[in-house]
Each structure stands twice: as structure tokens, then as C-alpha cells.
């Protein structure tokens, strides 16, 4: 059974820094593109950025350029984003996703991020 | 930014009825290998979004087949052809062509 599983998310003042973690099971994980899109609660799906299956190949949207980075460690199944710079309108529920020809087939279960003081 | 514009933003429809959305995207989704990077989504409320069609037309694993998607142009439309109680959420269409890849604003689905 294919799972993804997010962890890291939390409450961080502006300017701070989160990493989030997402475990991927079931699946030969170095296989596939991985994406992270975010949705702040009540509101529409916002892509934020993907990997390719070795992490040689990454790309964002510019909303996030330059404060965050994707990242993957296929030996830990494991599919990263380092958030620095946290600011309030970072503020979502991050999931990761399993690439299909672009589109996702399978998604976590998202983790919160909180940025206020 | 590829620009995808859904509607209705809310359709209310009766169960065993059919339903449809409509999406536009403001330029072409065809790559050069001849592939339509579209898909819908549907979010049940408090799940996580579930992939219905992807590459324009197709239908995800264990989608029902109730759900059809169809592709004109740069218009989209994701067809149910007898709603069930269970469709009930917000359905979105993305594009997975070009970065960054973008959603649509999200249609609304509920019963009547």
C-alpha cells in the first residue's frame, strides 16, 4: 500500500525556519517526481514545488524561490523541504505528493505550518 | 503563470442526476510527445485531494466510471454521469504542463 506521510510542521515565528519531512512507503520511492503543494485551510491548492526521482532536477514556484528547498533522500525514503525566512503568508497545510505525468496519485495527509509571533 | 479558470463555483445537483465542470486554461496544455497535462482533483472535506483524471482524459486507478473527463482545446470538462452522495467536495482541474504547475479555483459539489 502506497503511504505518505508528513511530519514537521508546527508554529514559527516570522523569519524562522521548519523542516518537513515526508516518509514514503509502498512504493519504490526513487522511481518517481515528487511535488509539495500547500493549501491554507478553506482555501485552493497551490503547488510550491517538485524533485526529480535523483534530486539533480528541482524547481518552485516564485512565491517560495530562494527560501526554500526541496530535497530528497531516496536511501531513507524520505522527500524533504527546508523552509527559511518563514513568512505569515506561509502559513498552510504542506503535502507531498507522488508524481503521475504531472498531475499527484497519491498525497499525505498534510502537516500545518503556523508563522505568527 | 497559466492562468485555469473553472465554473460553476458551486452546483448544487440531485443525487442520480448528472454533473458537469468546466475549465479553461489560458494557453495550451499540449506538450510535443503529443500528452495533455490536465487533471482533476476532487478534496473531500478534512481529506486530502484524490486524483480523478490525469493527462486529460484519464481515468485514475479505482475512479469509478461514473467520472469522465473530456478535452477540447484549452477547454476541460469533467463529467459525472450520476451523482452519488459520495462526490460531495470541491473539485479542481490543474496544470501540469509547464512551472509553475497552477490549480483552478475550485467548483463546489453538493446535494441538493
Known amino acids: 500500500e502506497v503511504q505518505l506521510v508528513e511530519s514537521g510542521g508546527g508554529l514559527v515565528q516570522p523569519g524562522g525556519s521548519l523542516r518537513l519531512s515526508c516518509a514514503a512507503s509502498?512504493?519504490?520511492?526513487?522511481?518517481?517526481?515528487m511535488h509539495w503543494v500547500r493549501q491554507v485551510p478553506g482555501k485552493g491548492l497551490v503547488w510550491v514545488s517538485r524533485?526529480?526521482?535523483?534530486?539533480?532536477?528541482?524547481d518552485y514556484a516564485d512565491s517560495v524561490k530562494g527560501r526554500f528547498t526541496i530535497s530528497r533522500d531516496n536511501a531513507k525514503n524520505t522527500l524533504y523541504l527546508q523552509m527559511n525566512s518563514l513568512r505569515a503568508e506561509d502559513s498552510a497545510v504542506y503535502y507531498c505528493?507522488?508524481?503521475?505525468?504531472?498531475?499527484?496519485?497519491?498525497w499525505g495527509q498534510g502537516t500545518l505550518v503556523t508563522v505568527s509571533s | 503563470d497559466i492562468v485555469m479558470t473553472q465554473s460553476p463555483f458551486s452546483l448544487p445537483v440531485t443525487p442520480g442526476e448528472p454533473a458537469s465542470i468546466s475549465c479553461r486554461s489560458s494557453?495550451?496544455?499540449?506538450?510535443?510527445?503529443?500528452?495533455?497535462?490536465f487533471a482533476w482533483y476532487l478534496q473531500k472535506s478534512g481529506q486530502s485531494p484524490q486524483v480523478l483524471i490525469y493527462?486529460?482524459?484519464n481515468r485514475a486507478s479505482g475512479v469509478p466510471d461514473r467520472f469522465s473527463g473530456s478535452v477540447s482545446g484549452t477547454d476541460f470538462t469533467l463529467k459525472i454521469s450520476r451523482v452519488e452522495a459520495e462526490d460531495v467536495g470541491v473539485y479542481y482541474c490543474?496544470?501540469?504542463?509547464?512551472?509553475?504547475?497552477?490549480f483552478g479555483q475550485g467548483t463546489k459539489l453538493e446535494i441538493k
Open positions: 493527462l486529460g482524459f
Open positions: 505528493g507522488r508524481d503521475l505525468s504531472g498531475a499527484s496519485d497519491f
Open positions: 509502498g512504493f519504490t520511492f526513487s522511481t518517481y517526481w
Open positions: 524533485i526529480n526521482e535523483d534530486g539533480t532536477t528541482t
Open positions: 490543474m496544470q501540469g504542463l509547464q512551472i509553475p504547475y497552477t
Open positions: 494557453q495550451s496544455l499540449l506538450h510535443r510527445n503529443g500528452k495533455c497535462f
